[in-house]
C-alpha cells in the first residue's frame, strides 16, 4: 500500500494491494477503474446523501481504458457505494464488499484525524464468534455473531452482562463487527476501564415463521426509493412480535443464556439497535419490560404520532414507575441525517413533558451512516451496567 | 425462496431474497441480471473451466431489459463466476461474495444429489471464531479464524489437538469457512464419532516482513493468466521462510498454544492446505517436523522437478526415518483438474519408489475448486490424531 507524494493513501476499505480508491489529505476521494470497453462509468454514493455526496460522479477515461474521478472532500466514515458501469449499479472491483441494501456492497472508510477509539489497538482484543444456532420461532438454523470480551476464556466461573446490538435495514449480523468495527470499540473502552466487559450478541433482523413468506422489498437501485422503504417499515413492524420479536425473546436469549457464561437477568441485559434495528429494539424492549433495563435507539424510533399513552401498551404511560423500572434509555441522531434529527427531537419532546428520564446525543456533522452509529455505541456502552 | 414449477430454486449462494441465479434439476443454472442500459451481457466462470464450462455465456435482454442465460449443467460444487457488463467483469449483484481473486468474488453452490454431510445439520455445533492477534514478523496485527468443536466451551479443562488448515491463491482466511463449510463439515463429522473433537486455525497466507512490499501479483482479468500465476507462484517459494512461514512457526502456533487448550506438541498438530496453502504446507511442515506430525496437501505441492534427496532439505531423503516420524503424509486431487491430478502421480511415483508411507485421494469428477478440497477435508480429518 502505497503513500504518494501528494499524501493520498488507499482506503483501508480496499482489497489486497488496490491503490484505488485514495483518501487524499483533504477529505477527497479519488476513484479508478480499469474499464477499457466501458462507454460511461460514474461513482454512485449510497442512499442519497451519506457523506460522499449525492452523485452520481461521472469519471474521464484516459488512453489506456482507465477511469477516474476525484469526489468532493467526503464527510468522515464509512460510505457505501457503487459504479455504474454504462449505467448498471455494480460493486466497484477494488472494494471489499459489506452486506447493507440486501446484499454485498462497496463500501469506502474515509478516516477522522487524529483519531484512534476504532483503531485496532495495541490492547487486549475480545473474540468475535460467528455461531449456529436453532431457531424453533422461524424452524431453521441461523447465524449469530457473539462478542466475547478479552478475559472471557480465561476467567474462570465469571459471568458477564449481555449487550443484544442491531443492524439497519437491509444489512445483517455481520454489520457491527465490519462496517461498525464495535468489537475493537469495545475492546478499547474496555482496556480504558470506561466500559464493563460484556458479551455483545448480533443477530440477523429478518425473520419469518414458517409459511410466511418474506415481505417483497423495495426494488433494489442505485437511488433507493424512500417512500417505498418507508411502506415497507411500517408493515415491517406489524410483523414483528410473530417474527424477530419471537426470535429474540423465544430462541436468541435463552440460547445465549444457556451457552455463555451471561448474568441471566434484565439488570444485566441490554438491546439496542441503529435505524430498523433502532425501530425493533424500542418495541422489542417496551413490550418485554421483564427481560431489559437498558435500551438503546441509534437513528431509529417509533413511526408515526407520538403518543406515551398508548405507545408500546403504554410502557412509558406512567413516568415514575417506568423511570424506576429502566435503568438507561438512551437515543441518537448526526446532525447530518436531517429526518431522524426531527424524528429525535419529536421524541424528546414527549419524554421531557412526561418526566422519562433518557440520554439524547447528537453526533456533529454525521448522516445516517455507520460512524453516527459508532460514536453512539461509543457513548452508549460505557453507561451500561454500572 | 421459490421453489418454480419447472423445479429450478434459488441458489443457496444467493443474497436474501434473490430468485436468480436458479439451479435447474438437471444441473443447468439459470442466471439473470436486470441491466437494461447495458449493450452486452455474459457470464464469465471463474478461472478457466471450474465446472460452469469456459465460457463466456452471452445474456439475452428481454424488452424491460433483463438479460437471462441457462448454462449448460454444472459439475456439482462451488464456482466463482463474474458477469460482464458491456466488457467489464463485474460480480452479479444477485449473489453473495466470496474473497477470491484477491477480492470479493460472486460465486454459485451447485448441490450434490442425495448428500448431506456438509449441511448445517440438527447436531452439536461448534464457533468459528473471528480472532485479532499481534504477529511481530509483520510487525501488523493479524485476523485469523479459529474453529472450536460443540463441546469446547462445557469440557472443563480438556485439552484438543489442532488442524491449521489454508486457503488457495487469492483467497483468504475466510474461505474454509465459507466456500469450503468446514466448521459443518467438522460439526458433522464429530457428531457421528468419525473425527476427534479438534481446534482449525485459517490464517491468511500472506505476510511480509516489514518493509517489504507484497509481490506484484498477475493482473486481474476475466480469466487469469496461468503462466504468470505460476511465476508469482514460484517466487513466493522463495519469500515463504521469512514471510508466512515464519508467522506460522514464530507467531501463529505460539498465540493458538497461549490462548486455546490446546495439546501442544507435535503428535496433537497437523497443517493442510489447498492448492497455493498445499504447497505452503509441504514446505512448511517439512522444514518444522519438529512441530507437525500431520501433513495434508489438497490438489498442491511442490513445483518444478521431484528430487527426494533435496526437498525440504532432503526431510523426505531416509524414508525409514521419515516413516516413523511423519504419522500421516496425504495428497489428493480431482479428477477434472490435469495438471494437479498429473502433478500427484508424480509425487506419488517419487514416494512409492523412495517406500515413503502416504495417502493419495482422488476426487472424482470435480475440477480445482471447493468441492474437491472439502472431500479431501472430509476423508483428512478422520485419519488424525487416532
Chains 1, 2 share one sequence.
Not at 419469518?208 to 423495495?218: C, F, M, N, S, T
Request: hydrophobic content about 40%; proline content about 7%.
Amino acid at each position: 500500500m502505497t503513500q504518494f507524494c501528494d499524501g493520498s493513501v488507499p482506503a483501508v476499505t480496499n482489497t489486497r494491494d488496490a491503490e484505488y480508491p485514495r483518501v487524499n489529505p483533504d477529505g477527497s476521494v479519488t476513484f479508478r477503474l480499469d474499464a477499457a470497453t466501458a462507454q460511461t462509468v460514474a461513482v454512485q454514493p449510497g442512499g442519497g446523501d451519506n457523506g460522499l455526496g449525492v452523485g452520481p460522479y461521472p469519471m474521464q477515461r484516459d488512453d489506456e481504458g482507465l477511469w477516474t474521478v476525484t469526489i468532493p472532500p467526503a464527510v468522515p466514515g464509512f460510505h457505501y457505494y457503487w459504479l455504474l458501469v454504462d449505467g448498471v449499479a455494480v460493486n466497484d472491483p477494488n472494494s471489499l464488499t459489506y452486506f447493507g441494501y440486501n446484499r454485498p456492497t462497496s463500501g469506502i472508510w474515509v478516516p477522522e484525524k487524529d483519531v484512534d477509539w476504532y483503531g485496532p489497538l495495541d490492547v487486549p482484543h475480545g473474540v468475535v464468534r460467528c455461531q449456529w444456532y436453532r431457531s424453533d420461532v422461524t424452524g431453521k438454523w441461523r447465524q449469530i455473531r457473539v462478542y466475547t470480551p478479552p478475559d472471557y476464556d480465561t476467567s474462570g466461573d465469571r459471568r458477564y452482562p449481555v449487550l443484544y446490538l442491531q443492524h439497519g435495514s437491509g444489512e445483517d449480523q455481520t454489520g457491527w463487527t465490519t462496517q461498525g468495527r464495535a468489537d475493537l470499540i469495545l475492546d478499547n473502552l474496555i482496556a480504558k476501564g470506561q466500559c464493563e466487559p460484556l458479551i455483545m450478541v448480533n443477530e440477523c433482523g429478518y425473520a419469518e415463521p414458517p409459511g410466511q413468506e418474506p415481505l417483497a422489498r423495495p426494488s433494489f437501485a442505485g437511488q433507493p426509493n424512500e417512500a417505498a422503504m418507508a411502506a415497507y417499515m411500517v408493515e415491517r413492524a406489524k410483523r414483528l412480535d410473530t417474527g424477530f420479536g419471537a426470535v429474540v425473546v423465544q430462541d436468541l436469549i435463552p440460547f445465549i443464556d444457556a451457552n455463555y457464561r451471561t448474568i441471566a437477568d434484565r439488570d444485566h441485559r441490554a438491546m439496542a439497535g441503529l435505524s430498523m434495528g433502532g425501530f425493533q429494539t424500542l418495541q422489542i424492549t417496551m413490550t418485554n419490560l421483564d427481560l431489559f433495563a437498558y435500551i438503546g435507539a441509534f437513528s431509529g424510533g417509533p413511526w408515526g404520532a407520538i403518543d406515551l399513552d398508548t405507545l408500546y401498551d403504554g410502557a412509558m404511560a406512567d413516568a415514575v414507575a417506568f423511570n424506576e423500572r429502566v435503568k438507561l434509555l438512551w437515543m441518537g441522531a448526526g446532525t447530518a441525517e436531517a429526518r431522524q434529527l426531527s424524528r429525535l427531537e419529536t421524541i424528546q419532546d414527549a419524554l421531557l413533558e412526561r418526566g422519562i428520564a433518557h440520554v439524547a446525543f447528537i453526533s456533529q456533522g454525521t448522516a445516517h451512516e455507520w460512524l453516527t452509529w459508532m460514536r453512539h455505541l461509543h457513548d452508549f456502552a460505557p453507561r451500561l451496567f454500572r
